[in-house]
């Protein structure tokens, strides 16, 4: 087996390929850095320009299955400048990912005919910003923010690839958890430094998944073919104020500072701010009647693997292998 993954240097790409490295998957991946390119038989890189339209189209040789992680983070102040990268670099990495495998399948049937599966991210922005709904893959409302207008985009893109006869499924992504970038080491910071504190009333949800069980779920879907969108989070939802307090209990540090009123994050952040303050209660019911099994489903498990003593390190490829030795 052999997977082209588009953001593979990023958080959830880092592990995606680490744990294909660990099951003997062998992958390809597009950078647009070429500093970044390495040629091993079962790691090869290959340059793309999706501003530009420019693609390597040896990337897709011998492969079976891609994963779409491609995207300018949204962790970033939300200037028309930063909104114009995030939403160009969802749609044209898309684009010319399809602009691509359209001339394989007329130049190079045999390449594309070896495809599979398509699995793009997503993002559970999506969702109406709500403390009291609980959202499944079938909601239809999206979340009047910038947010929500950049997932609609991304999606409608991803969907161009039902034109193909291939599996198209997508992964709307929550809170990451890791230490080795995304929000939890920037939320862990101040907490570690003894002036954390969760934001404005604390009661919005947050729906969140250890990376590792991320990756997994991105894999799980490739191999099983699986069509539609599925929830990319833990099956516990927790609120601002739970999981500041267990970051706090995790890294052993006192709280004691009052929650940061919205007002002052919005100075501070702008626009941007509204990412601490959305409140999405998302299931990851849909996955789990798929056969999917959580290495990690509640908040402080995770938080232990993370910033504890590390025993359950090897966890997520024991449940890799149950699930998949059948």
């Not at 090869?44 to 390597?56: A, E, K, L, M, T």
């Not at 539609?228 to 833990?234: A, D, K, P, T, Y």
Request: with cysteine; proline share 4%.
């Amino acid at each position: 087996m052999r997977i082209l993954i588009t953001g593979a240097t990023g958080l959830v790409g880092n592990e995606i390929v680490r744990q294909c490295q660990a099951r003997k998957i062998s992958v390809n991946y597009l950078t647009t850095s070429k500093d970044k390119m390495v040629t091993k038989p079962d790691y090869h890189g290959f340059y793309w320009n999706p501003d530009s339209g420019v693609i390597d189209e040896a990337c897709f040789e011998g492969v079976t299955a891609i994963i779409n992680l491609a995207g300018a983070s949204i962790s970033k102040r939300w200037t028309t400048h930063n909104k114009k990268e995030i939403l160009s670099s969802r749609v044209n990495t898309l684009r010319t990912l399809h602009r691509a495998l359209k001339k394989q399948k007329t130049l190079k049937p045999g390449n594309y005919k070896a495809i599979t599966s398509f699995v793009s991210a997503s993002a559970i922005g999506v969702y109406p910003d709500s403390l009291s709904s609980y959202y499944t893959e079938i909601e239809k409302k999206i979340d009047d923010s910038f947010l929500g207008e950049v997932v609609e985009v991304w999606e409608k893109e991803a969907d161009a690839f039902n034109d193909f006869d291939f599996s198209v499924a997508k992964v709307r992504i929550g809170l990451v958890m890791s230490s080795d970038g995304g929000a939890l080491p920037e939320m862990a910071k101040p907490v570690k430094n003894y002036v954390g504190a969760a934001f404005g009333s604390g009661e919005q949800w947050q729906s969140w998944i250890h990376v590792s069980d991320l990756a997994r779920m991105f894999l799980f879907t490739v191999e099983n073919a699986l069509i539609g969108i599925f929830n990319g989070v833990g099956p516990n939802p927790v609120t601002n104020n739970r999981l500041v307090k267990e970051i706090a209990k995790a890294v052993d540090r006192p709280l004691f500072l009052p929650n940061i009123p919205k007002f002052v994050m919005k100075t501070i952040l702008g626009e941007m701010a509204y990412l601490l303050f959305a409140s999405q209660r998302v299931s990851c019911k849909k996955i789990e009647e798929e056969g999917f099994i959580f290495t990690y489903p509640n908040v402080c498990v995770a938080l232990k693997e993370i910033y504890g003593n590390g025993q359950n390190e090897n966890a997520s490829d024991v449940v890799y292998n149950k699930e998949y030795s059948s």
